[in-house]
Nanobody, 118 residues
């Protein structure tokens, strides 16, 4: 069994910054793609940023230039640095990872709330 634990969410003013972390633990042989999704009230969950095991990244257009995804493979951890935050970034942010143990499975974290408000 694999567990993803997120941290770093909270309340921040517009223009501020937050850094989210997500650590994977458990029966891990290797981790392939990792990513951050978000879901705002009344909206569908969307991919915010993804990163492959070799470090190739992709972002949704609305966060390009403001958010940076990175990972530490030695720590099985993925990060999301969020700068110049806007009220429309308010959502629950979820970590996702494709993990190989006895096979490849898709795992989700429990979510962390990010609220951007003055």
């Amino acid at each position: 069994q694999v567990r993803l634990v997120e941290s770093g969410g909270g309340l921040v003013q517009p223009g501020g910054s937050l850094r989210l972390s997500c650590a994977a633990s458990g029966s891990i042989f290797s981790i392939y793609a990792m990513g951050w999704y978000r879901q705002a009230p009344g909206k569908q969950r969307e991919l915010v940023a993804g990163i492959t095991s070799s470090g190739i990244t992709n972002y949704v257009d609305s966060v390009k230039g403001r958010f940076t995804i990175s990972r530490d493979n030695a720590k099985n951890t993925v990060y999301l640095q969020m700068n110049s935050l806007k009220p429309e970034d308010t959502a629950v942010y979820y970590c996702n990872a494709d993990v190989r143990s006895d096979a490849v499975y898709d795992y989700w974290g429990q979510g962390t709330q990010v609220t951007v408000s003055s």
